[in-house]
């Protein structure tokens, strides 16, 4: 089953998949996609890292996501994906437009052929004004297509609000 589970900052998401991930009762490995750039990225790892289970594996990947998925899916296992934004963000500051493009078209092919659960998190960034600066309109822009290509893969999508899930399609929770 693939799930995408938005939301804000501290709306809960990430504690939703983690929760998600611990009932689907399979092996679960973790997917990190963010890279050390500042403090306050590093205590949010830390966070995330002491949430964990430590029986839980873990791939740290900023970059190439669909390699990944291939290499670690199986039919007994749950991917937990945290987070799609940050992905996006790595690829944005390479500054190098076609692998960007190269690397969102891999994960959308890759997705209808992958076996077991895969709980993708990632930042709803779309529910504001329009940002200023071209950099971050196009980060704006380019979640919301992921999102909206993702959406339709996906046979459960969650919007997550103050640690509130409130499912846009699929099963209820």
Same mark, same amino acid.
């Given at each position: 089953?693939?799930?995408?589970?938005? *939301?804000?900052?501290? $709306?809960?998401?990430?504690?939703? &998949? =983690?929760?998600?991930?611990?009932?689907?009762?399979?092996?679960? /490995?973790?997917?990190?996609? $963010?890279?050390?750039?500042?403090?306050?990225?590093?205590?949010?790892?830390?966070? @995330?890292?002491?949430?964990?289970?430590? @029986?839980? !594996?873990?791939? =740290?990947?900023?970059?190439?996501?669909?390699?990944?998925?291939?290499?670690? +899916?199986?039919?007994?296992?749950?991917?937990? %994906?945290?987070?799609?934004?940050?992905?996006?963000?790595?690829?944005?500051?390479?500054?190098?437009?076609?692998?960007?493009?190269?690397?969102?078209?891999?994960?959308?092919?890759?997705?209808?052929?992958?076996?077991? @659960?895969?709980?993708?998190? $990632?930042? =709803?960034? !779309?529910? *504001? /004004?329009?940002?200023? *600066?071209?950099?971050?309109?196009?980060?704006?822009? =380019? &979640? *919301?297509?992921? @999102?909206?290509?993702?959406?339709?893969?996906?046979?459960? %999508? /969650?919007?997550? %609000? +103050?640690?509130?899930?409130? %499912?846009?399609?699929?099963?209820?929770?």
């Amino acid at each position: 089953m693939l799930q995408l589970i938005l *939301g804000g900052a501290r $709306s809960g998401k990430s504690r939703l &998949a =983690e929760r998600l991930a611990t009932d689907s009762q399979l092996h679960v /490995v973790y997917i990190a996609t $963010s890279q050390p750039v500042d403090g306050e990225l590093d205590q949010r790892v830390a966070l @995330h890292r002491e949430r964990r289970p430590d @029986h839980w !594996g873990l791939v =740290e990947e900023p970059l190439a996501l669909a390699d990944v998925l291939r290499a670690q +899916a199986r039919s007994d296992r749950c991917l937990l %994906v945290d987070c799609l934004t940050l992905w996006l963000t790595n690829l944005l500051m390479l500054d190098e437009p076609e692998r960007l493009k190269a690397e969102r078209q891999a994960l959308l092919e890759t997705l209808p052929g992958l076996p077991g @659960h895969i709980l993708f998190v $990632s930042n =709803e960034t !779309g529910l *504001g /004004v329009v940002p200023l *600066g071209e950099l971050t309109r196009r980060y704006v822009d =380019e &979640a *919301g297509l992921l @999102h909206q290509a993702l959406a339709e893969r996906c046979e459960r %999508v /969650v919007f997550t %609000v +103050a640690g509130l899930p409130m %499912v846009l399609k699929g099963p209820a929770l």
